[in-house]
């Protein structure tokens, strides 16, 4: 949803969807075509890939329709799927690399989500003005 050039070719997108379109309930047109299908709690790469990873998981807990169409669904056991994906994305960052998490207090506070962290931001947004949107950057020591 957020990065703007689907041609750099620094950019690699995975998503768990293949390739997924869908017209909204306004009429609007949905695509999810990533370079790569993935499932973040198990990334096809070596440890220390990349120097940057940015983590976008689904924020709903319960619901249907457009919302969860768009941005997904967690599934019921989803501490352990958090943590699990955390896991995964900090194995994938180089040392002294840097990990953007991207998180909407919908259904559940980023205070719990943090519990599944492989460790602690060092910043980001804590309380966000308009918006239950929080954007973190963590930092992997060398």
């Known amino acids: 949803m957020f990065y703007f050039d689907h041609e750099n070719p620094q950019v ?9 379109a869908k017209t909204l309930c306004d009429g609007r047109s949905f695509e999810v075509k990533p370079d790569m299908a993935a499932d973040v709690t198990e990334l096809p790469f070596d440890a220390g890939t990349f120097p940057l990873v940015v983590f976008d998981p689904p924020h709903l807990l319960r619901g249907n329709g457009w919302m969860v169409d ?18 995964e994305c900090w194995r994938v960052l180089r040392p002294a690399g840097t990990l953007v998490f991207k998180w909407n207090e919908c259904h559940v ?5 943090l519990k599944c962290a492989p460790a602690k ?10 918006s239950k949107t929080h954007w973190l950057l963590f930092f992997k020591p060398e």
């Open 121 to 130: 931001p060092v910043c980001g947004n804590r309380k966000p003005t308009n």
């Open 109 to 113: 506070a980023l205070s719990e989500i």
């Open 70 to 87: 768009k941005y997904g669904k967690l599934p019921k056991d989803w501490r352990e799927w958090m943590t699990r994906a955390f896991s």
């Open 12 to 20: 690699l997108f995975c998503d768990i969807r293949e390739d997924f």
